[in-house]
């Protein structure tokens, strides 16, 4: 899917006014020749969990291809006034702006692949200030489709092979947050979307039959449920929950057997109130006892992976899960937090000049250098991340430095497979990387959760999957660190 076929504007200046404002003074400094390097990463798991799913570089890719000032842009921008009146741009700048397209190089961790935190999800190497403005639309694409991709993975998960489909399209944050959601809950795990637009620009499989209204406007929930089938035989998913669940079910059963005869299928009945464990046992009782062995039940009503997982310990005989609200805007956590933090700068063609933000909580250090990821592997299972300085001396592979504690040093097992998960995706402003579709990101989901340990995965209090730092790196950020507070006082 482009993304100019869903947003037909120039999307340049869907940015924070700061970061024009930040660029114009590099400009009027004479910075605007600077190299820079860029990270985008996040400093804690969504959701208390243990593992984060990488998601939305498609999209960037795609915004980063486009980005350009058209005439109404700049125009736009030349209305923008100061506190005194006067155009808050030169229009020296303005003219600059209107060159102005990616050129720089962009390394980034493939969709679909578990992250940790303070791993960099992307990096970015170029001018500074288009380094600068490509800041706020990248966190805005990434930051959301990988909580999205996330909370699906965790849903998926709970449902333990069950098929989930997405129902959040209602509830979604605005137009574009029920497309992203649709596409990010599909590379997690979900099954299919029952957003039709997703389904068209993605590929995704689409479901739905009724809702609550169908069957409100007949006088009787039996003939609701014949003319529906009347209607669409091939489709029949029975919403049994308008009045009284259990007659409802009976009420199916009656033209579902009417369906058999005509040689269609009903393919299932839908819960969507009360006790869904004991509801969804009787409804299995009395589907097998009329013959209906192969109906589905399917279950939505406000789930999330918390509650498939009580239902699934209850016994509860539901075979796909319908998950809407909860899923689509990520109900228990509004942001996944990624930032984006200046790492290194230097004159055209000089030695790089290394940066971190100082900070007095040390989770928000950030880690200075031109960073790569290095995933370590034993007998199929990963062991350990390593963030190191790809324009440092050879990485030491023998151990790792834990970021927030540096008493704490795990060992790399001899011998141990590795791979650097940051892998080119633009040089010189040219796309270089791989086109994925999504049922390859989906597929490499799977892949990467079956090489965890169980334990990084769990709902609740998750084992802490070891991430460190090289031990040059982390020499390299406690000097820095050292530097910046004997400045500071």
Same mark, same amino acid.
């Given at each position: 899917?482009?993304?100019?076929?869903?947003?037909?504007?120039?999307?340049?200046?869907?940015?924070?006014?700061?970061?024009?404002?930040?660029?114009?003074?590099?400009?009027?400094?004479?910075?605007?020749?600077?190299?820079?390097?860029?990270?985008?990463?996040?400093?804690r798991h969504p959701f208390g969990g243990g593992y984060t799913i990488a998601a939305g570089l498609e999209l960037a890719r795609q915004f980063i291809e486009a980005f350009h000032f058209e005439d109404d842009d700049l125009d736009y921008l030349a209305s923008l006034t100061g506190s005194d009146g006067n155009a808050l741009f030169d229009q020296g700048f303005l003219n600059y702006l209107k060159d102005l397209r990616f050129d720089g190089d962009i390394d980034a961790i493939a969709e679909g692949t578990l992250v940790f935190p303070h791993e960099p999800l992307l990096r970015i190497k170029g001018n500074l200030i288009l380094a600068q403005l490509l800041e706020t639309p990248l966190l805005n694409i990434i930051n959301f489709q990988t909580l999205i991709a996330t909370k699906s993975a965790r849903i998926c998960r709970a449902a333990e092979g069950d098929p989930v489909l997405e129902f959040g399209l209602r509830r979604a944050q605005g137009i574009d947050g029920a497309i992203s959601a649709s596409r990010a809950a599909y590379i997690g795990g979900t099954a299919a979307t029952s957003n039709v637009l997703a389904g068209k620009l993605y590929g995704i499989p689409v479901k739905g039959t009724h809702a609550h209204s169908w069957v409100m406007s007949y006088d009787d929930e039996e003939n609701a449920f014949r003319a529906y089938a009347e209607a669409m035989p091939n489709n029949c998913v029975f919403l049994v929950d308008t009045y009284d669940t259990i007659e409802g079910v009976k009420k199916a059963i009656r033209v579902g057997l009417d369906l058999s005869q005509l040689g269609y299928k009903m393919l299932g009945i839908r819960l969507d109130s009360g006790d869904l464990t004991w509801l969804s046992k009787e409804a299995r009782r009395l589907l097998d006892d009329a013959g209906f062995e192969d109906a589905a039940i399917v279950a939505s009503n406000d789930l999330d992976e918390h509650l498939i997982a009580d239902l699934k310990q209850q016994g509860a005989q539901i075979a796909i899960w319908g998950v809407g609200t909860?899923?689509?805007? !990520?109900?228990?956590?509004?942001?996944?937090?990624?930032?984006?933090?200046?790492?290194?700068?230097?004159?055209?063609?000089?030695?790089?000049?290394?940066?971190?933000?100082? !900070? +007095?909580?040390?989770?928000?250090? !950030?880690?200075?250098?031109?960073?790569?990821?290095?995933?370590?592997?034993?007998?199929?299972?990963?062991?350990?991340?390593?963030?190191?300085? +790809?324009?440092?001396?050879?990485?030491?592979?023998?151990?790792?430095?834990?970021?927030?504690?540096?008493?704490?040093?795990?060992?790399?097992?001899?011998?141990?497979?590795?791979?650097?998960?940051?892998?080119?995706?633009?040089?010189?402003?040219?796309?270089?990387?791989?086109?994925?579709?999504?049922?390859?990101?989906?597929?490499?989901?799977?892949?990467?959760?079956?090489?965890?340990?169980?334990?990084?995965?769990?709902?609740?209090?998750?084992?802490?999957?070891?991430?460190?730092?090289?031990?040059?790196?982390?020499?390299?950020?406690?000097?820095?660190?050292?530097?910046?507070?004997?400045?500071? !006082?």
């Amino acid at each position: 899917m482009e993304l100019k076929n869903l947003y037909q504007h120039n999307l340049s200046l869907l940015t924070d006014l700061y970061q024009l404002t930040m660029a114009y003074g590099y400009w009027k400094q004479g910075r605007h020749e600077e190299e820079a390097v860029f990270h985008l990463f996040f400093r804690r798991h969504p959701f208390g969990g243990g593992y984060t799913i990488a998601a939305g570089l498609e999209l960037a890719r795609q915004f980063i291809e486009a980005f350009h000032f058209e005439d109404d842009d700049l125009d736009y921008l030349a209305s923008l006034t100061g506190s005194d009146g006067n155009a808050l741009f030169d229009q020296g700048f303005l003219n600059y702006l209107k060159d102005l397209r990616f050129d720089g190089d962009i390394d980034a961790i493939a969709e679909g692949t578990l992250v940790f935190p303070h791993e960099p999800l992307l990096r970015i190497k170029g001018n500074l200030i288009l380094a600068q403005l490509l800041e706020t639309p990248l966190l805005n694409i990434i930051n959301f489709q990988t909580l999205i991709a996330t909370k699906s993975a965790r849903i998926c998960r709970a449902a333990e092979g069950d098929p989930v489909l997405e129902f959040g399209l209602r509830r979604a944050q605005g137009i574009d947050g029920a497309i992203s959601a649709s596409r990010a809950a599909y590379i997690g795990g979900t099954a299919a979307t029952s957003n039709v637009l997703a389904g068209k620009l993605y590929g995704i499989p689409v479901k739905g039959t009724h809702a609550h209204s169908w069957v409100m406007s007949y006088d009787d929930e039996e003939n609701a449920f014949r003319a529906y089938a009347e209607a669409m035989p091939n489709n029949c998913v029975f919403l049994v929950d308008t009045y009284d669940t259990i007659e409802g079910v009976k009420k199916a059963i009656r033209v579902g057997l009417d369906l058999s005869q005509l040689g269609y299928k009903m393919l299932g009945i839908r819960l969507d109130s009360g006790d869904l464990t004991w509801l969804s046992k009787e409804a299995r009782r009395l589907l097998d006892d009329a013959g209906f062995e192969d109906a589905a039940i399917v279950a939505s009503n406000d789930l999330d992976e918390h509650l498939i997982a009580d239902l699934k310990q209850q016994g509860a005989q539901i075979a796909i899960w319908g998950v809407g609200t909860k899923l689509a805007t !990520s109900y228990d956590q509004a942001a996944l937090g990624g930032v984006y933090k200046l790492a290194a700068i230097r004159q055209k063609d000089q030695e790089w000049t290394y940066k971190l933000k100082l !900070s +007095e909580q040390k989770i928000k250090i !950030s880690n200075p250098g031109i960073l790569n990821v290095r995933r370590f592997e034993v007998d199929g299972q990963y062991v350990a991340d390593m963030l190191f300085n +790809e324009a440092g001396d050879n990485p030491d592979s023998s151990h790792i430095v834990d970021p927030n504690d540096d008493l704490r040093q795990r060992p790399i097992e001899t011998g141990a497979e590795f791979v650097d998960l940051l892998q080119p995706l633009f040089r010189d402003g040219k796309f270089v990387g791989a086109e994925e579709n999504l049922e390859k990101i989906r597929e490499r989901v799977q892949q990467q959760l079956a090489k965890f340990y169980d334990g990084c995965l769990r709902l609740r209090n998750p084992h802490a999957y070891p991430v460190g730092l090289e031990a040059g790196l982390h020499t390299l950020k406690n000097q820095l660190i050292k530097k910046a507070r004997t400045w500071v !006082s």
